[in-house]
C-alpha cells in the first residue's frame, strides 16, 4: 500500500500520533484512534486517544508467495499496552520519570487562541497504566511541543508569551 490510497493502512500498522514520545520499551503518544480510508478526511474531529504501545512492532511470519514473485511483507501491528480518551487535545506531551504529562485546549476550533473561552489543562498520566494522577487547570493554552522538565521541575510556555514552571504540585 502506498501512495496517497494507502496513508491510512500505514497509520494502523505503525506507532503514529500527532505527538510522540519515546521511553526504555515504550512510545507513547496522542493521536487518531484508527486511521480510515473513507475518502473523505475526517480531519480534527476524529477520535483521538492518549496511548503507551511497545516500540517493537508485532510481526507475524512472512507469508509464502507463488514463485514468480517476491515473498510478501506481512502488516505489522501495533501492541497498546493502554489506551484513553482525553477530553482535550493534546499540544504538549513529556515523559518525565513514571508520569506522563500532557496539557492542552478542551476545544480543537480553539488551538491557535491565546486564551480560549473554554477550558485548557494539564494532566499527569501513570506511564504504567495510564491512569490520572493529577489534573490542573490553566490560564492559556500551551505552545505545541512546549513542555520540559529539569531538576524536579516542569516547564511550560503557553501562547499567551508567559513561561510557567510547576514544582511539588
Same mark, same amino acid.
Request: hydrophobic fraction near 40%; proline fraction near 6%.
Given at each position: 500500500?502506498g501512495?496517497? +490510497?494507502?496513508?491510512?493502512q #500505514?497509520?494502523n ?5 500527532? /505527538? /510522540? ?9 496522542f ?6 480510508n473513507?475518502? *473523505? ?15 517493537? /512492532?508485532?510481526?507475524?511470519?512472512? #507469508?509464502?508467495?507463488p ?7 506481512? &502488516? ?14 493534546v499540544? +504538549? ?5 513514571? &508520569?506522563?504529562?500532557? &496539557? ?7 488551538? #491557535? $487562541?491565546?486564551?480560549? $473561552? ?21 490560564? &492559556?493554552?500551551? #505552545?505545541? $511541543?512546549?513542555?520540559? *522538565?529539569?531538576? +524536579? ?6 501562547? $499567551?508569551?508567559t ?7
Amino acid at each position: 500500500a502506498g501512495g496517497y +490510497g494507502g496513508w491510512a493502512q #500505514v497509520g494502523n500498522r505503525r506507532i503514529s500520533g500527532r /505527538l /510522540l514520545v519515546l521511553g526504555k520499551d515504550r512510545v507513547f503518544g496522542f493521536g487518531r484512534k484508527q486511521y480510515g480510508n473513507t475518502g *473523505a478526511h475526517p480531519g480534527l474531529n476524529a477520535e483521538h486517544h492518549l496511548f503507551a504501545a511497545n516500540a517493537e /512492532l508485532i510481526r507475524p511470519e512472512p #507469508v509464502e508467495a507463488p514463485k514468480a514473485r517476491r515473498p510478501r511483507r506481512p &502488516a505489522t501491528k501495533v501492541n497498546y499496552h493502554w489506551s484513553e480518551a482525553v477530553p482535550f487535545y493534546v499540544r +504538549g506531551m513529556l515523559l518525565a520519570g513514571d &508520569a506522563l504529562f500532557v &496539557a492542552g485546549p478542551n476545544d480543537v476550533s480553539e488551538l #491557535v $487562541d491565546e486564551k480560549p $473561552d473554554g477550558d485548557v489543562w494539564l494532566w499527569a498520566v501513570s506511564a504504567a497504566d495510564g491512569e490520572k494522577l493529577g489534573e490542573w487547570s490553566l490560564e &492559556a493554552s500551551p #505552545v505545541f $511541543d512546549g513542555l520540559i *522538565a529539569a531538576n +524536579g521541575r516542569l516547564y511550560m510556555t503557553l501562547k $499567551d508569551g508567559t513561561v510557567q514552571c510547576w514544582h511539588g504540585q
